[in-house]
């Protein structure tokens, strides 16, 4: 379009709005916008004899000026846009050097850390999809789905436990093969770690395994609720007693260490989302804390190389107003975990800050447990999980 | 079994969905709509439920020995049956797998605004902007619809959906703006200055993608995910059901692709106007409508470095109906 042109519709279109806003109507609007842009419909288009010329000289120039193509493609292009990655990860996981996989066998897969899997137990469950809530942001969901795992939880499996002893192998072996047999039908967890240090895989590290359907978690950034979802589920072989904390044995700690260490290494797992079934289950019913007590005192945290992560604050407690009884101080053993009074001190620096009373601030906080809660059962994400649960625990 | 609307023989604005076929009047100072899925579904005949369609007012017709349910009743029939809906449109136009497209289609605007009442009775009909990449895609769509309407004996021109969009919602910055139409088979955008369109293009990722994709991933009908994404689904939302999550995914892909589509167009555009102010956008179509659907696209389309300054972007008023207003302000236009 020539300067010329290009000036009088600027002029042209000025008063043009000018008239067109004096117009109330829309339709009578519309009507003198469509008349008075006619013929704007579309660029002006120069005479068909500049158009020649222009594209000779165009053509010309291309014969003359560029170098001839050294590579002919007859490849279509189309168009293409982002689209989501495949498995609505928002960031891929850097990739681990530190532990690795040295032997992938079709049963046992060995690692540079001496860690051995026996898959003879491997059962398919659902993959990992989940949202988590960011702790920043007033526990807004994430818009990202994740399907890695961020963390651990460490169960016991509470079966029938005879004694460990060479006279007792064959009936060790029998006990701890039924019992797997059972958690395969159940996909209760990710691993198990039988008595004699063995560690089966049950359910593959990126499915859901259902150890810990009610359960709340948080790190610094993010809040996780289900944590089957996005924790996976390592059970010891092991039994508590009324009073008497779960046992395990060198082995099985051994095992567990190089596990711990492998799981890390392979998914960035930080040290403090790796954590007892007793810190991360609760009983939405009610809203106590340690529905499940496994786990509850005596995780050897420094003999599987973690810190002592009892001593993390308690996110059931701090961030959704969740209480705890007399029965489940009991199973700490009558000593509370460090990260319970820190949790607590949390809630009350929390209420004095947004200027509430204590009670009230924990009706607002579990108000907000219920909703999400509600928004987790009543579409049905929970229902495995009660069923697997309660048939193994 | 045809139920005809009254019509008042004045223009009428007509939207021709993948999804939907909505109906625009005026009534006085007021727009009247009527709406009808653009689907239907096949029933095995029997008298008895001839009968008792008939009675009930279920539009239908017989065909071939089978009862054809269809418009907005066929969503309920089939999922009823647990059968898919059969579609007459595809991917914003006329579905070349379906051979009773112009038949069914036929119908349903029948159903909806029956034949013209007076010689020369205006209608305007929305068509889609050819998809990226595929101009002159839309052709036969819009002369097989046009054969359709003149044979009610209207007065049949066309526009723009995204157009539409524009004359219904942007009267107040003199039909300035960009309308975005986010339909189920096709999102269409149009740029227009002073109620001209200047750029207009159609991203073939909309309603249907969603509900295919997710009902893939999931397993379900298609048709049991678009209920529950018209009826359950919102953005931002805290979900553990699968067709949510899935929902979820596939509409931010729609939106990541509208945005990328549209910073392309108007990025290569050579024919923009100077504009000397921002320009209003606005969001229009059922899968507009979620909850947090305009903030998560306002939020995309922030981050792009988008190359027209854009003064807001909001909802339009009544996001199933503005494309049939505005076809029907088109349609006044031209008495």
């Known amino acids: 379009m020539a300067l010329s042109e290009r000036v009088r519709n600027r002029w042209s279109d000025g008063r043009i709005v000018h008239q067109a806003e004096r117009i109330a109507d829309p339709v009578e609007k519309l009507h003198f916008l469509r008349h008075a842009m006619k013929g704007r419909e579309q660029a002006p288009r120069r ?71 026996d898959n003879s137990f491997l059962v398919e469950n659902e993959p990992r999809f989940y949202q988590v809530l960011d702790r920043r942001h007033d526990l807004q969901p994430s818009i990202d789905w ?91 072989e ?28 392979k998914f960035k797992i930080r040290a403090e989302n790796c954590v007892t079934h007793a810190q991360v289950s609760v009983n939405p019913s009610n809203l106590r804390v340690g529905y499940h007590t496994d786990w509850a005192a005596g995780f050897p945290f420094a003999a599987i190389g973690l810190r002592n992560n009892y001593d993390l604050p308690v996110p059931s407690l701090s961030d959704f107003g969740f209480e705890y009884d007399t029965l489940f101080r009991k199973t700490m053993g009558n000593e509370l975990w460090r990260g319970i009074g820190l949790a607590e001190q949390q809630f009350v620096r929390e209420a004095v800050h947004d200027g509430r009373s204590l009670g009230e601030h924990r009706r607002i ?15 049905g994400a929970l229902e495995e999980h009660f069923d697997a649960t309660n048939s193994t625990q | 079994m045809l139920q005809t609307q009254p019509n008042n023989g004045y223009p009428v604005g007509l939207d021709v969905g993948t999804s939907r076929i ?78 009773l497209s112009l038949l069914q289609i036929q119908k349903i605007i029948e159903s909806l605004a029956g034949p013209a009442r007076a010689k020369g009775q205006k209608l305007c009909f929305t068509v889609p902007a050819a998809p990226v990449g595929e101009e002159g895609g839309v052709t036969y769509h819009e002369a097989s619809l046009k054969q359709i309407l003149s044979g009610f004996g209207y007065d049949v021109r066309s526009i723009n959906e995204g157009l539409a969009v524009v004359y219904a919602e942007l009267e107040s910055s003199n039909y300035t703006g960009i309308g ?87 990025t290569g555009s050579k024919s923009l106007p100077k504009l000397n102010r921002p320009v ?42 503005a494309t049939a207003k505005g076809a029907l302000i088109a349609a006044l236009t031209d008495q």
């Open chain 2, 280 to 321: 209003p956008l606005v969001l229009s179509g059922g899968s507009a409508m979620p909850k947090g659907f305009r903030e998560r696209f306002e939020q995309v389309l922030g981050a792009c470095e988008f190359p027209i300054a854009v003064s807001e972007v909001r909802l339009a008023s009544n996001p199933l109906e």
């Open chain 1, 146 to 236: 994740r399907s890695l795992p961020v963390g651990i939880v460490f169960h016991s499996t509470e079966s029938s436990i005879g004694p460990f002893s060479a006279d007792q192998n064959e009936n060790l072996k029998r006990v701890a093969q039924s019992l797997l047999k059972s958690l395969r039908e159940n996909r209760s967890y990710n691993f198990v770690i039988d008595r004699f240090g063995r560690v089966f895989r049950v359910v593959s590290e990126d499915q859901v395994a259902n150890h810990a359907g009610n359960s709340v978690w948080a790190d610094d950034d993010l809040v996780y609720l289900n944590l089957n979802s996005s924790f996976i589920g390592v059970a010891f």
């Open chain 2, 22 to 99: 909505v109906t625009a009047h005026r009534v006085d100072d007021d727009f009247q709509y009527k709406t009808q899925l653009n689907a239907f579904v096949n029933l095995p005949f029997s008298k008895m439920t001839e009968k008792t369609l008939a009675k009930e007012g279920v539009p239908h017709s017989i065909h071939d020995s089978e009862i054809v349910v269809h418009g907005s009743e066929s969503e309920r029939f089939a999922d009823l049956l647990g059968v898919e809906t059969r579609r007459p449109m595809s991917r914003g136009v006329l579905n070349p797998d379906e051979p």
């Open chain 1, 365 to 379: 906080l579990q108000d907000r447990y219920r909703r999400l809660y509600s928004a987790l059962k009543l579409t």
């Open chain 1, 238 to 265: 092991a039994q508590s007693g009324p009073g008497v904390p779960v046992t395990v044995n060198p082995a099985q700690i051994y095992a567990a260490r190089v596990l711990t260490e492998m799981l890390r290494s």
């Open chain 1, 47 to 117: 005479p068909v004899w500049k158009r020649l010329m222009l594209a000779a000289s165009v053509i010309a120039g291309f014969f003359f000026l560029l170098p001839p193509p050294s590579v002919v493609s007859d490849a279509v292009t189309v168009e293409h846009y982002a689209s989501l990655p495949a498995q609505g990860l928002s960031r891929m996981p850097q990739k681990s050097s530190d532990v690795w996989l040295v032997e992938d066998g079709r049963v046992h897969e060995t690692y540079s850390n001496g860690l051995r899997i």
């Open chain 2, 180 to 266: 975005v139409s986010c339909g189920g088979g096709l999102c269409n955008v149009c740029l227009a200055y002073l109620s001209v369109p200047v750029l207009s293009f159609s991203v073939h990722k909309a309603g249907d993608f969603i509900d295919s994709s997710a009902a893939s991933a999931t397993g379900d009908l298609v048709n049991r995910i678009r209920i529950t994404k018209e009826d359950a689904f919102y953005f931002n939302g805290y979900f553990g059901d699968k067709r949510m999550q899935a929902l979820s995914i596939y509409y931010e892909d729609v939106i990541q692709t509208l945005v990328a589509a549209m910073k392309e167009q108007f």
